[in-house]
């Protein structure tokens, strides 16, 4: 009997108990990509819009069952990690990882609220283990001046940035640049040059907007899409899921993925 499978994706990432980021927004971006998620949680948080409470990252081994237990049953076609909160599960996730499958790298460090996710010693392992295995890397602006070494100010340090990355191995590398005064605009480099593309400034924060935004680079990886087109549908995505964001009891909003379903056909691919 032939089977149709699935067109799949892997989140390796924290789970959010306030729903918007990290595994959950992750699935639900997947979703709303028409892509079947499939997930490997590597670190427990407690968290809502305002803010993290706690974080209780999961053991390298456990880590690394579920990401194998994922490929031995789904055809993965791109995987997104988000925080890997310690060197061992960046090491295990490394070692799990087949060769091959695009990687889409979020290397989460700080949360919208400020706080700390990400452990001072993981950062030389994400560069060593993972990045050079990355098709495309998406930092905000403070994740891109500690991976790079440098401040970043403006365009050109983004620019800038983005090429000290790019030299660490990675396919591509997309520098958001949210933190910027006015309409956030973010720069697309490879090797082959650079796409420029501006969003619109909303009048509130959004949680979980980095997470969405490289869980549908991957969700359009996963459907077979060029990465440059992947990256230009991905900022059209997360620009409407920013526009629908998700108030909770105190006003505070997270990242809707899932404001177009039912909608019809998806429009981005």
């Known amino acids: 009997m032939v089977m149709d499978l699935p067109v799949c994706a892997c989140t390796i990432a924290g789970s959010d108990s306030g729903g918007g980021a990290g595994i959950q927004a992750d699935l639900k971006t997947f979703a709303a990509y028409g892509v079947w998620g499939t997930s490997a949680i ?3 948080t407690a968290q809502n819009p305002g803010g993290v409470a706690g974080v209780w990252p999961l053991s390298p081994d456990a880590v690394a069952a579920q990401v194998r ?32 499958v695009p990687l889409v790298i979020d ?24 990045i050079p295995r990355a098709a495309v890397v998406t930092p905000n602006l403070p994740e891109a001046e500690v991976l790079a070494g440098f401040p970043v100010e403006g ?58 935004f490289s869980a549908a ?5 996963a459907r077979g899409m060029p990465l440059r087109d992947a990256f230009v549908a991905a900022k059209t995505f997360i ?22 379903c039912g909608k019809g056909d998806f429009p981005y691919v």
């Open 239 to 260: 620009d409407g899921a920013i526009a629908h964001a998700v108030p909770d009891l105190r006003g505070r909003r997270s990242v809707n993925p899932l404001w177009e």
């Open 107 to 130: 290397p989460v460090m700080v949360a919208t609220s400020g706080s700390r996710l990400l452990e001072e010693d993981a950062v030389a392992a994400l560069v060593a283990a993972l």
């Open 155 to 212: 365009p050109d340090g983004m620019r800038e940035a983005g090429r000290a990355i790019l030299a660490m191995g990675a396919g591509a590398v997309v520098v958001k640049g949210g933190h910027l005064p006015g309409d956030p605009t973010d720069i697309f480099i490879d090797a082959t040059g650079e796409v420029v593309l501006s969003g619109l400034r909303h009048p509130y924060a959004v949680h979980g907007t980095g997470c969405s």
């Open 42 to 44: 590597a670190a427990v």
């Open 69 to 100: 237990a994922v490929f031995e049953a789904f055809p993965v076609g791109a995987v997104k990690t988000g925080i890997l909160a310690d060197a061992g599960v960046i090491h295990a996730v490394a070692a799990a990882l087949p060769f091959g």
């Open 217 to 221: 680079l991957a969700a359009g990886l």
